[in-house]
């Protein structure tokens, strides 16, 4: 518990070490994942520009919250991976349904898994050492969750990412007395008993209101679980690669500079005369308006035509044009995009554990080297966010069930789709030419649709539905009389329903209705054989193979 002595000192002293260096970290991520800094980092490179061409740097400077997006585009997998469970225990009365109602709601409009997503993470990334804290409003109706920024922390005590007590920077400032020249500081500070307004006038520190915390316990967590312990604070995701972004950040404004002062092509051409004053500087009494008085054409024309003398000995041409460009040294561009490419790859290597191929287009990327590594790396990201969320979750859920919430148990799915359909689809091929069991091909084929739409969850479930509707879905026989009837008329059948019919419809059901349709076809042995042929993935999105 702080007593006015603690609060005191606190208050007066500088703030520890560990949160200076938190908060010189925290700028440092704060300028990569949003950009802001940059101008003030690039600064000038003594040895090498002057002061205009270092201003011109950080003009143009392409900030990098764009390159980490990229990084970090894996962790999407987290927030669409399948599966995982949220349930809650009560004292009494069972407030489940209710408590979900309100979960759809923590902070303006957002859900708590949006919440995680759109406002943790990027604080997660740039601020580890922040806060989520409940604020409670005054007359005690009404809660959510707000972001607490290390730069507006005094000081605090942590036990993991829990908070014994925290006192905050003032965040209100007042001028008092008869000349307004008295500054007074208003600060607040909470601990399991209370929560404390304070006033600071810079002779005094004093609390000037104490009000009961019902909680029994500081209503925040740490943004950050991991833990630097040379350091003594809390760590992004990215903090290993920290100097790396740096140095693609001021290579990126060299980059830039060089393109715009050597980019474009120099235009050169032999001296000629002006053509309206023929090299006299004037028409008449007045200064040459083609020329502006230097007598020479130093503009082309899409009109012009260069008149090249007979040659004086037979046989030999003309070897220099009249005109041309000099070109930028494609070697300089090609080594600048390349050191570029190098960085970010052992950035993300760094990162993932792997890297990708890359595709026939040079641009593009294509399947990791070891996707493992990458799955590894998502859990452990999603045991951090998974962590982070439970106890939210709870903290949130005291508010409103402070007697009765006895837990929240929480876990996230991890069925991951780190590759893209193409690559999914090419080792579900494999597989299944390689003859491996049903249940394999049928889980890579999910992958498969789950990767195709990831943007489209529905449409994802429609068709991984008819993966267990349709007979013999991989071609590879072995099925019953019945169903080799019942096979042909499959696309049929699949031609007259539309998704949204089938989304409250379990597969059982589906199959049922598929047997009815067959059912009434004409009766015939079909002579249609099965489709052993290798299938291809527009075919099996439009009619399952059939």
Same mark, same amino acid.
């Given at each position: 518990?702080?007593?006015?002595?603690?609060?005191?000192?606190?208050?007066?002293?500088?703030?520890?070490?560990?949160?200076?260096?938190?908060?010189?970290?925290?700028?440092?991520?704060?300028?990569?994942?949003?950009?802001?800094?940059?101008?003030?980092?690039?600064?000038?490179?003594?040895?090498?520009?002057?002061?205009? @061409?270092?201003?011109?740097?950080?003009?143009?400077?392409?900030?990098?919250?764009?390159?980490?997006?990229?990084?970090?585009?894996?962790?999407?997998?987290?927030?669409?991976?399948?599966?995982?469970?949220?349930?809650?225990?009560?004292?009494?009365?069972?407030?489940?349904?209710?408590?979900?109602?309100?979960?759809?709601?923590?902070?303006?409009?957002?859900?708590?898994?949006?919440?995680?997503?759109?406002?943790?993470?990027?604080?997660?990334?740039?601020?580890?050492?922040?806060?989520?804290?409940?604020?409670?409003?005054?007359?005690?109706?009404?809660?959510?969750?707000?972001?607490?920024?290390?730069?507006?922390?005094?000081?605090?005590?942590?036990?993991?990412?829990?908070?014994?007590?925290?006192?905050?920077?003032?965040?209100?400032?007042?001028?008092?007395?008869?000349?307004?020249?008295?500054?007074?500081?208003?600060?607040?500070?909470?601990?399991?008993?209370?929560?404390?307004?304070?006033? *600071?006038?810079?002779? /005094?520190?004093?609390?000037?209101?104490?009000?009961?915390?019902?909680?029994?316990?500081?209503?925040?967590?740490?943004?950050?679980?991991?833990?630097?312990?040379?350091?003594?604070?809390?760590?992004?995701?990215?903090?290993?690669?920290?100097?790396?972004?740096?140095?693609?950040?001021?290579?990126?404004?060299?980059?830039?500079?060089?393109?715009?002062?050597?980019?474009?092509?120099?235009?050169?051409?032999?001296?000629?005369? &002006?053509?309206? &004053?023929?090299? *006299?500087?004037?028409?008449?009494?007045?200064? &040459?308006?083609? &020329?502006?008085?230097?007598?020479?054409?130093?503009?082309?024309?899409?009109?012009?035509?260069?008149?090249? +003398?007979?040659?004086? /000995?037979?046989?030999?041409?003309?070897?220099?044009?009249?005109?041309?460009?000099?070109?930028?040294?494609?070697?300089?561009?090609?080594?600048?995009? *390349?050191?570029?490419?190098?960085?970010?790859?052992?950035?993300?290597?760094?990162?993932?554990?792997?890297?990708?191929?890359?595709?026939?287009?040079?641009?593009?990327?294509?399947?990791?080297?070891?996707?493992?590594?990458?799955?590894?790396?998502?859990?452990?990201?999603?045991?951090?966010? @998974?962590?982070?969320?439970?106890?939210?979750?709870?903290?949130?859920?005291?508010?409103?069930?402070?007697?009765?919430?006895?837990?929240?148990?929480?876990?996230?799915?991890?069925? %991951?789709?780190?590759?893209?359909?193409?690559?999914?689809? /090419?080792?579900?091929?494999?597989?299944?030419? *390689?003859?491996?069991?049903?249940?394999?091909?049928?889980?890579?084929?999910?992958?498969?649709?789950?990767?195709?739409?990831?943007?489209? +969850?529905?449409?994802?479930?429609? %068709?991984?539905?008819?993966?267990?509707?349709?007979?013999?879905?991989?071609?590879?026989?072995?099925?019953? +009389?019945?169903?080799?009837?019942?096979? +042909?008329?499959?696309?049929?059948?699949?031609?007259?329903?539309?998704?949204?019919?089938?989304?409250?419809?379990?597969? /059982?059901?589906?199959?049922?209705?598929?047997?009815?349709?067959?059912?009434?076809?004409?009766?015939?042995?079909?002579?249609?054989?099965?489709?052993?042929?290798?299938?291809?993935?527009?075919?099996?999105?439009?009619? @399952?193979?059939?």
């Amino acid at each position: 518990m702080l007593t006015l002595q603690d609060i005191t000192k606190i208050i007066r002293d500088q703030p520890l070490p560990e949160i200076k260096l938190a908060r010189e970290e925290s700028s440092t991520y704060i300028r990569h994942v949003f950009g802001i800094g940059t101008i003030e980092y690039l600064k000038r490179l003594d040895e090498w520009e002057n002061e205009n @061409q270092a201003k011109a740097r950080q003009d143009h400077a392409i900030p990098n919250p764009w390159i980490v997006s990229e990084l970090i585009r894996p962790v999407d997998n987290i927030w669409q991976a399948k599966g995982g469970s949220l349930s809650f225990r009560f004292s009494g009365t069972d407030m489940t349904d209710d408590f979900n109602d309100k979960l759809k709601n923590v902070r303006k409009g957002l859900s708590m898994r949006q919440f995680m997503k759109d406002v943790w993470f990027q604080r997660f990334l740039a601020d580890p050492n922040g806060l989520i804290f409940l604020e409670v409003d005054r007359d005690g109706t009404k809660a959510e969750l707000t972001y607490k920024s290390i730069h507006k922390i005094r000081a605090y005590d942590t036990d993991g990412i829990d908070v014994k007590w925290v006192v905050f920077e003032s965040d209100v400032t007042l001028f008092e007395g008869e000349k307004k020249d008295i500054k007074v500081e208003l600060s607040w500070a909470v601990d399991e008993m209370f929560y404390y307004h304070v006033r *600071n006038d810079g002779k /005094e520190v004093t609390i000037t209101e104490v009000i009961e915390n019902n909680f029994g316990f500081v209503p925040t967590i740490v943004n950050s679980s991991i833990y630097n312990t040379e350091k003594k604070i809390k760590e992004s995701i990215i903090a290993k690669q920290v100097d790396l972004l740096n140095s693609y950040l001021t290579k990126n404004s060299v980059k830039e500079i060089y393109y715009y002062k050597h980019g474009y092509p120099l235009f050169w051409m032999y001296q000629s005369l &002006c053509p309206t &004053c023929n090299g *006299n500087r004037k028409v008449g009494t007045d200064v &040459c308006p083609t &020329c502006k008085g230097s007598g020479y054409s130093a503009k082309k024309d899409v009109t012009d035509v260069y008149l090249y +003398p007979k040659p004086s /000995e037979p046989g030999i041409d003309q070897a220099i044009p009249p005109a041309g460009y000099v070109q930028t040294a494609v070697e300089t561009i090609e080594e600048n995009r *390349n050191e570029l490419d190098w960085l970010f790859d052992k950035m993300f290597h760094s990162l993932w554990g792997t890297t990708t191929e890359k595709m026939n287009n040079e641009t593009a990327t294509g399947r990791f080297i070891d996707v493992q590594a990458v799955y590894n790396k998502l859990n452990e990201i999603a045991d951090i966010i @998974q962590t982070i969320e439970q106890k939210l979750t709870y903290i949130f859920g005291k508010f409103y069930y402070l007697l009765t919430l006895q837990d929240v148990d929480l876990s996230y799915g991890r069925r %991951y789709i780190a590759e893209n359909p193409d690559v999914l689809w /090419e080792r579900y091929e494999q597989a299944r030419s *390689n003859g491996s069991p049903v249940a394999t091909l049928s889980y890579m084929l999910e992958q498969f649709y789950y990767s195709e739409f990831s943007t489209n +969850p529905s449409m994802a479930e429609y %068709y991984i539905k008819m993966i267990y509707v349709e007979p013999d879905v991989h071609g590879i026989g072995n099925i019953s +009389p019945d169903m080799e009837e019942a096979k +042909p008329y499959f696309s049929d059948w699949f031609a007259t329903i539309e998704p949204v019919e089938t989304e409250n419809l379990t597969v /059982e059901e589906l199959k049922k209705q598929f047997l009815d349709y067959v059912s009434k076809q004409p009766s015939r042995k079909t002579t249609i054989g099965f489709n052993n042929n290798k299938l291809d993935k527009n075919d099996k999105i439009i009619n @399952q193979g059939a």
